[in-house]
């Protein structure tokens, strides 16, 4: 490069002195001095050949210009390939002009000592290539002696690696000792800024935190020359976010981050956009809890990867540092508040030791114990076990429990106070063990449970009380039912004998029919209230079976349609088209609840109508719905209106009834599985409804076959044994019994009842199962169990108890059947003939109460005749006469149907009504004959 185009020469020697001598000698020397410049010369050109090859292939970057004006006169192609300009760039121009100073003041200073001393040695300082990145140089530069003005040769070497490895020890020396300061994160973060920017530009610099559940992005640090510190803020979608969530250093311009940003969704900027952002994330263990950023507003080429390489790993010392920090700030302000919380809970909190000590105690503790202070306590107990428990055995049982268990809870204890009192703790207690696993203390928690116990132990009086009072309001009823439903057994016993006595005049009849129809009023009546007592005792039994829903609405329109003309009101019945053809549930329950609702509904409403409604329920069940349009309920009562013996609205004391229809209804929803539910206003009407899981049946059980009046048996004589210790139920017994060929035998008690067993070896036993003396009917039964003839024997279990017998008790026991009390004819004949498998013998006559089963062409629905039965048995014959007459207008082939039943409806005859109606409740074809 400098072949030819020297930018001096180097000075040519002086010519020898000639002596003035002699031509001849004069000649000679004039040779000799040629000869020497000539040599010289060559030696001159040699060494500047030399120089401009090492300038040339010097590997470090060299430079000549002058000393006046530092203009450059050549550069070697090491400068070219450092620097990025062309040696056609620089030549004739100043370092100045080429802002290739980083720092003009190193250049002041690098002439100021040529121009003293004319060199300057190992003089560092950055200079900015065309790219603009930043690099060191080693400078060393001489005068070079020549011809024309003063030059200097700068000779550069690239120590930047080693700066920058420098920089980084020294980075890292100076962020220890900042970690080693007792400083808060404001001064750490302080010295990392003056660290940063020792290694970068880093005017603007901020340190950004998340806490620790990531909640919350705040800026402890904030050094910028354009914006002021942001305030804490949920984090969002910016910039510092980005390098939380990614975990990676960033750098990037403002025109690449707002396409970055966007691209995640909606942001805000945090202040002016900088030409150049440069952002390192603070990790511990891969996650980031912070950011350090670095921003340069004006020069979009301030930092490259080296900067952020410098910056990530200044980001990786400071992290653990803040880290660190937080954990201790965090664990300070926990203790702090565990300090607040242990000295102001209101529960005693303490520390003691495996040997029985108190190692730390608060107020409350202190407090329960009946000391004034903890220091009290700690200073007074040093035997947990002697001075505190009052069982002195108190602390080796928890011992116990603590070896087994590492936290034992609700331990509860009495325990003296200062003054010799006692109350009742309980504690609940954590143990703590050393890192070799053996038992260092307790940490528990003791509360004063004194006045819990003193109310459990009231409480527990008062069940007791409440217990006792319902068992023996259970047993009273399970007397009176006893005691009532035995002479009804007797009186309707008896008039269902006597109405078939031929000899009776119709006075006589008519005097036995009213008996009979009172004391069945009676029963129901007493029935009413016991179902009640049996639903408050959780004794209601379900008996599910397969029926027709349709069937079932119909019937229930058919019993209240008379009803709702009488009153000019619309009843209606809606079935949704989306309904099970058969379902399954107890269809005598269910009956009884949709008959509660329409009856009330049609009594309490005046004008409009009753609509009754079956769909399908959200649930996936049925839900049966009554809606009126009658006065309605106000909405004080609603809460009331499902209480027992509870009437509600202005005409209460008009109103008919008990008072427990709702309160009955609400409890057999439930307990199949529904809730009973209401909506009411005044003057709009109410509305009944409630969800039941009914599921879908193939189709409705068949019914047994209805019997006519049994006059015999056929085979050999049976031989029956009548227990019961009341005579009158034994005379209805045999007098039902002994006319069918039976040979009966009785027994009033156990003890009779096993002996005549004995004697006579008898094919069938009714046991009645209230018997006197220490056998009663089921021990009894148990006990000729035991026997070879008691072994053979068939056995009924009778009773006329107000509860639903345990018949799993009664099979348990022997028994091979259960039939209650009082029963009818009809039922008694049933169960013995299930019992003994005859073959009964009929006859059509029934004398007073004969029912005319002749051929009939049709018959209404089971759930029609269900409704006749319900209004026939409540005595309404206006209800049972409007039905018949609809179902006659309805279908003419009901007519031979309706016209029997209106003929004994006219004469009164309600007991031959049910009886009609009950044969063929039992089958849905009566027997021809």
């Not at 010369?41 to 050949?49: V, Y």
């Not at 691209?263 to 603070?282: I, N």
């Not at 005859?909 to 409740?921: G, N, P, S, T, V």
Request: charged fraction near 25%; charge should be negative.
């Amino acid at each position: 490069m400098l072949s030819g185009l020297f930018p001096f020469r180097m000075p040519r020697p002086d010519p020898p002195p000639v002596p003035s001598a002699s031509p001849n000698a004069a000649s000679t020397e004039l040779a000799r001095v040629q000869e020497a410049l000539r040599v010289s010369e060559a030696s001159r050109r040699e060494s500047e050949s030399l120089f401009a090859k090492t300038f040339d292939a010097n590997p470090a970057f060299m430079t000549i210009g002058h000393v006046a004006d530092g203009r450059l006169l050549e550069v070697n192609p090491a400068f070219e390939r450092e620097s990025g300009y062309r040696r056609e760039e620089v030549l004739g121009r100043s370092t100045l002009e080429l802002n290739l100073w980083v720092r003009p003041e190193e250049r002041d200073e690098f002439l100021r000592q040529m121009r003293a001393t004319g060199s300057v040695r190992d003089f560092e300082a950055n200079f900015r290539a065309k790219s603009g990145e930043i690099r060191t140089l080693l400078l060393n530069a001489d005068i070079l002696a020549g011809e024309g003005p003063a030059c200097m040769l700068t000779v550069g070497i690239d120590i930047t690696e080693r700066r920058r490895r420098e920089q980084v020890q020294n980075a890292t020396y100076r962020i220890s000792q900042a970690a080693l300061a007792d400083n808060d994160l404001a001064a750490f973060f302080a010295e990392i800024h003056l660290i940063i920017a020792g290694l970068m530009p880093a005017r603007n610099l901020y340190v950004a935190l998340l806490s620790l559940d990531r909640s919350l992005l705040s800026f402890p640090y904030f050094v910028d020359e354009r914006s002021t510190a942001p305030a804490p803020r949920k984090p969002g979608n910016g910039l510092t976010e980005y390098v939380l969530d990614t975990a990676k250093p960033l750098l990037t311009t403002a025109d690449e981050l707002t396409v970055l940003l966007r691209e995640r969704g909606r942001y805000q900027a945090m202040g002016a956009p900088a030409a150049l952002w440069l952002g390192a994330p603070l990790l511990v263990e891969g996650r980031a809890i912070g950011v350090i950023a670095v921003q340069d507003y004006s020069n979009p080429k301030a930092y490259g990867e080296e900067e952020q390489r410098l910056l990530t790993f200044v980001a990786e010392q400071a992290a653990t540092v803040v880290h660190r920090r937080q954990i201790h700030a965090a664990i300070r302000q926990a203790e702090e508040q565990y300090r607040g919380i242990f000295e102001n809970a209101l529960e005693g909190l303490y520390q003691s030791s495996p040997s029985g000590r108190f190692l730390r105690a608060n107020s409350a503790l202190a407090r329960m114990c009946g000391y004034e202070s903890s220091e009290q306590l700690l200073h007074a107990i040093n035997d947990i076990g002697h001075q505190i428990y009052v069982d002195e055995h108190r602390r080796e049982q928890f011992l116990e429990l603590a070896k087994v268990h590492d936290q034992v809870t609700d331990f509860e204890s009495e325990i003296f106070r200062r003054d010799g009192s006692r109350i009742w703790i309980s504690e609940s207690v954590r143990v703590v063990r050393n890192s070799a696993g053996e038992l260092a203390r307790f940490e528990g928690v003791a509360i004063d449970i004194t006045q819990q116990r003193e109310a459990a132990r009231a409480l527990q009086a008062a069940k007791e009380a409440a217990d006792a009072a319902s068992g023996a309001k259970s047993q009273f009823l399970a007397s009176v039912s006893h005691e009532l439903r035995t002479p009804l057994n007797g009186i309707l016993g008896y008039t269902q004998i006597l109405r078939r006595d031929p000899l009776l005049g119709e006075k006589q009849r008519e005097g036995i029919r009213v008996i009979h129809e009172s004391a069945e009023h009676l029963l129901v009546l007493i029935n009413d209230v016991l179902d009640l007592s049996k639903i408050e005792a959780g004794r209601i039994e379900l008996h599910p079976g397969d029926f027709a829903l349709a069937e079932f609405a119909a019937g229930a329109e058919r019993v209240f349609a008379p009803r709702a003309r009488e009153k000019n009101l619309l009843l209606e019945t809606a079935l949704a088209p989306d309904l099970p053809e058969f379902v399954r549930g107890d269809e005598a329950r269910l009956r009884q609840v949709v008959f509660n609702l329409l009856g009330n509904a049609v009594k309490f409403t005046a004008q409009g109508g009753v609509v009754f409604s079956i769909s399908s329920s959200a649930g996936g069940g049925l839900r049966f719905s009554v809606s009126d349009t009658g006065r309605g309920i106000a909405a004080a009562d609603l809460s009331r209106i499902f209480e027992p013996f509870t009437q509600v609205g202005e005409s209460t004391g008009a109103a008919t009834g008990t008072g427990l229809g709702l309160a009955i209804s609400r409890s057999l929803v439930e307990r199949m599985g529904g809730r009973l539910q209401v909506e009411s206003k005044p003057g709009w009407g109410s509305r009944f409804w409630f969800d039941l899981p009914l599921p879908a049946a193939a189709s409705a059980a068949p019914r047994t076959a209805a019997v006519q009046r049994v006059t015999g048996y056929d085979g050999p004589i049976r031989r029956v044994l009548v227990v019961d210790d009341n005579t009158a139920n034994r005379s209805v017994m045999a007098a039902m019994l002994a006319p069918l060929g039976f040979d009966l035998l009785e027994a009033d008690d156990g003890r009779a009842a096993l002996d005549a067993a004995a004697r006579a070896k008898p094919d069938l036993v009714l046991m009645d199962l209230r018997l006197p003396g220490e056998i009663d009917g089921l021990e009894a039964t148990r006990q000729l169990r035991q026997t070879a003839h008691g072994s053979a024997a068939r056995i009924v279990a009778v009773s006329a108890s107000a509860y639903d017998i345990d018949q799993q008790d009664c099979r348990a026991a022997g028994c091979d059947a259960f039939l209650a009390k009082p029963f009818r004819e009809e039922d008694l004949w049933r169960v013995i003939g299930e019992t003994l498998s005859l073959v009964w013998r009929f006859a059509d006559d029934g004398g007073e109460t004969r029912t005319p089963f002749v051929r009939l062409p049709k018959v209404p629905p089971i759930a029609v005749l269900d409704a006749l039965h319900e209004l026939a048995r409540k005595g309404d014959i206006v209800g049972l006469r409007r039905q018949l007459e609809q179902l006659a207008a309805d279908d003419a082939a009901l007519a031979p149907f309706v016209n029997g039943l209106l003929e004994l409806a006219a004469r009164f005859k309600m007991k031959a009504i049910r009886q009609f109606l009950e044969r063929y409740r039992a089958g849905s074809t009566p027997p021809i004959g």
